[in-house]
């Protein structure tokens, strides 16, 4: 790369004084030697150690996933449909501690269980009677 640069200068001044530079270089030349990338892969054979890897679940999530079913059972005779039952309706994966939503509440089991000292009266009263 080379840059050029003119060789005379003439500058007016108004005291009376002209400057002339002459003495400023007019080239420049700057040279890089940039050698090419070599890559040596004969030292020794690449070798690739297998990895120990494992991946544990410590606790499955708490959801409550809801899977809409559509199932279609049915009997065709020649291509055509003769006899077909529709099963359609939702199923759910629960991992949580189960806790019926207020749409799913049923009374029997809005009833709450007696504790362990009322169950042992029943049972004691009845062995009397």
């Known amino acids: 790369m080379s840059v050029k640069i003119p ?9 009376g004084v002209d400057l002339d530079i002459s003495g400023i270089p007019t ?27 494992s991946l544990r679940l410590k606790e499955i999530p708490a959801i409550r996933a809801h899977l809409p079913l559509d199932y279609r059972v049915g009997l065709a005779l020649l291509g055509k449909e003769v006899l077909c039952v529709r099963l359609c ?3 759910q994966v629960i991992t949580e501690p189960y806790v019926a939503n ?6 029997s089991a809005l009833q709450h269980q007696p504790d362990l000292q009322t169950l042992d009266r029943l049972v004691s009263e009845a062995g009397r009677g």
């Open 7 to 15: 060789s005379s200068f003439d500058f007016g001044v108004d005291l």
């Open 27 to 53: 080239s420049f030349n700057i040279a890089t030697k940039v050698e090419p990338l070599s890559l040596h892969l004969d030292m020794a054979p690449i070798e690739v150690k297998p990895i120990d890897f």
């Open 89 to 91: 309706g939702q199923g």
């Open 102 to 107: 207020p749409c799913e509440a049923r009374p």
